[in-house]
């Protein structure tokens, strides 16, 4: 039988004791499991945020390739000649 003086809430057991187990705890949240409509409804939202994030920061990318190209005589992006699989050179971006 519950005691008269026992209040809702999070046990003792479940309060962090410190930061570190509240980040633990943070981080091993359970995954949920979606519908079919769900994870469309999600990707949809994800990449629509992630276009929205893009057109918005452009403006500010584009500014600092021209100021990279006016200050300085290189390249505005760092390119570098790397050995891939059985000795082939390549140069990514």
């Avoid at 359970?30 to 918005?56: H, N, P, Q």
């Avoid at 990279?68 to 990514?92: A, D, Q």
């Amino acid at each position: 039988m519950p005691e008269a003086n026992a209040q809702p809430g999070p046990s003792a057991a479940s309060i962090p004791s410190s930061s570190s187990e509240a980040l633990y705890q943070a981080a091993n949240t359970r995954e949920i499991e979606l519908s079919a409509t769900g994870r469309f409804l999600k990707r949809t939202l994800d990449i629509v945020v992630s276009l929205t994030g893009l057109i918005m920061l452009s403006p500010f990318l584009a500014l600092a390739i021209v100021i990279i190209r006016i200050n300085s005589s290189g390249e505005s992006f760092f390119r570098l000649e790397r050995v891939g699989l059985r000795g082939c050179h390549f140069t990514p971006l």
